[in-house]
Nanobody
Framework: QVQLEESGGGLVQAGGSLRLSCTTSRRTLSSYAMGWFRQAPGKEREFVAAINWSGGSTYYADSVKGRFTISRDNAKNTVYLQMNSLKFEDTAVYYC????????????????WGQGTQVTVSS
């Protein structure tokens, strides 16, 4: 069982930045691919970004490409989502998720999920 915990959410003005973190205290994340997803009010959860177990491959939704960066520090057992040039439409609860080794973009491909962290972008 992998228990994930997100942090770093908050309220930010449009154009600002936030960095989300995802970690686990019980197991190492080094053998897991990690994904970030988000769910806005009244909308379905959607893919944001993913990174494979080594950090050598990353994937992004078109809506965040060029603004968001996913990275990982396996020594710190932490995955990050750096969010720049935030827009009002980025407002959502952001979730991190884990699956073995290979990154994926589908919700159903992930085995473990965190509880989410709220990101609110004011216009």
């Amino acid at each position: 069982q992998v228990q994930l915990e997100e942090s770093g959410g908050g309220l930010v003005q449009a154009g600002g930045s936030l960095r989300l973190s995802c970690t686990t205290s019980r197991r190492t994340l080094s053998s897991y691919a990690m994904g970030w997803f988000r769910q806005a009010p009244g909308k379905e959860r959607e893919f944001v970004a993913a990174i494979n177990w080594s950090g050598g491959s990353t994937y992004y939704a078109d809506s965040v490409k060029g603004r968001f960066t996913i990275s990982r520090d396996n020594a710190k057992n932490t995955v990050y989502l750096q969010m720049n040039s935030l827009k009002f439409e980025d407002t959502a609860v952001y979730y991190c998720a884990a699956r073995p080794f290979v990154a994926a973009t589908r919700i159903a491909d992930y085995d473990y999920w965190g509880q989410g962290t709220q990101v609110t972008v004011s216009s």
